[in-house]
């Protein structure tokens, strides 16, 4: 049966629908001041259709181990791809804003369940040997997507307008289903677990919590200072650490958090998520810097952080490959010592240093990235038995949203704090010069902390070693 399972057809379907469906994920970032202008509404309401895009997508992510072994994979994609495709419709027919905020939160369900089963499936079809390569070849899709859509959304933008954001994806997203009612086998087995209600609303308010708060702090004058938000992320740290008791008593968890009880897939995770703290954050804080004192307009400070952008998703498959021949230390060790690098330039930088300096410094820091990310998810998941994918897989993708919220909203925290401090010690009113060294000064702190980040990255990465997964250790003592 497994013999004529076609693999690459698989993966060419996934490929196809990863593509589109995380392109979305950065396509609306650039209209979002178009939007405000059509739907007459304001900053904090507007960013909500990414804000709230990650927040549908953190809170389902959970669900998603429950699904998908409650679900054939062709079910499952071509599922979540009509949902996915369902949210386009809408939003590209929207008449008002909440009717397109409502398209975009439908195409997060879309987004938040399928790269889970993805990369479930992915585990399932590939033997250990030649994962970094085949996870490699998918993050190519996971980086290039996001990395052009920013520069391919203001381009449609200009020439078409907003609602073709939604109309060109349209036909793809058609294709992919049909590709997929073609050509997408079944991987695995259906084991219907049992349903707990209460795990699933723990989930849902820690999760929702957490996203939101840390997400809001960043837009919020009195950041982690304002009450509602600190209500926000208590509540949520309150109820993950009652769904992770209650996982602990379940016979059938709906996320079983002893994957951590895995040194490797601990380690890779800790790993991933201040690599994805450090990332997020730079992608926010750094157009901010160039806007600012270097005074940059947006497209040129988009076009500045697009080489690396680009590069990171290129070399994926290269890190993959390299993976599957040396093993995770030789990648996330010096991965790790050039981040540090990457953030010692950062909390040293000032209007004086060349464009030439950000745009070579910005594609070292996403190459840094490259050789870290996908090298220490995919060891930590190569240690898991076969059970534990589907929860393995979820954790990390989780993990992913929450970590990105959290790295944004510290980091501009920080950078905001710092920046008003300056300026609350100079005697006289602030001239456009004092402004931009505050931000300066922000931003150099903002930094310090990355750094400090960053080192405890490397601490980490010193103790990872090539996963064995427990599956191969069973089938290789039988054998003996």
Known sequence: MEAKINSKAIL????????????????????????????????????????????????????????????????????????FLIGTIIAACAV????????????????????????????????????????GTFGLVIMFAPAIGPTLSGVIVDTLGWRWLFISV?????????????????VGEVTNPKVDILSILLSTIGIGGLVYGFSSAGENEEGFLSISILTFIFVGVLSLLF????????????????????????????????VVMAMFASEIVMPMYLQGPLGYTAKVAGLILLPGALLNGLMSPLMGMLFDKVGPSKLIIPGSIVLIGVMIFYSNINPSVPLWAFIIVYIVLMLSV???MM??????????????????????????PVSGALGVSVFVSILTGRSKHYLEEQSGPPTEGVVNQAMTYGVHHAYWFALGLCVVAFVI???????????????????S
């Open 12 to 83: 060419i379907t996934f490929m196809i629908g990863a593509f589109f469906s995380i392109l979305n994920e950065t396509l609306l970032n650039i209209a979002l001041t178009e939007l405000m202008n059509v739907f007459h509404v304001d900053a904090p309401t507007v960013q909500w259709l990414a804000t709230g895009f990650m927040l549908i997508m953190g809170v389902l992510m959970p669900v998603s181990a429950l699904l998908i072994q409650s679900f054939t994979t062709r079910r499952m994609f071509i599922g979540v791809m009509s949902i």
């Open 96 to 135: 008002n804003f909440p009717m397109l905020l409502t398209g975009r939160m439908i195409q997060a369900v879309g987004t938040g369940l399928l790269i889970p089963v993805i990369m479930n499936t992915l585990l399932l079809l590939y033997p250990p040997e030649v994962r970094g390569k085949i996870m």
């Open 170 to 186: 349209i036909p793809f997203v058609v294709f992919s289903i049909l590709f997929a009612l073609k050509y997408l086998q079944n």
């Open 243 to 274: 769904f992770v008791l209650r996982q602990l008593k379940l016979e059938e968890p709906l996320l079983d958090v002893r994957v951590f009880k895995y040194k490797n897939y601990a380690l890779g995770v800790i790993l991933f998520v201040i």
């Open 370 to 372: 490259s050789a870290i």
């Open 375 to 400: 090298p220490s998810q995919t060891n930590g998941l190569n240690e898991l038995p076969k059970h534990l994918y589907p929860h393995g897989t979820a954790i990390a993708n989780t993990l992913q």
């Open 461 to 479: 990465a010193v103790f990872i070693r090539k996963a064995i997964s427990p599956d191969a250790k069973e089938s290789e003592s039988k054998v």
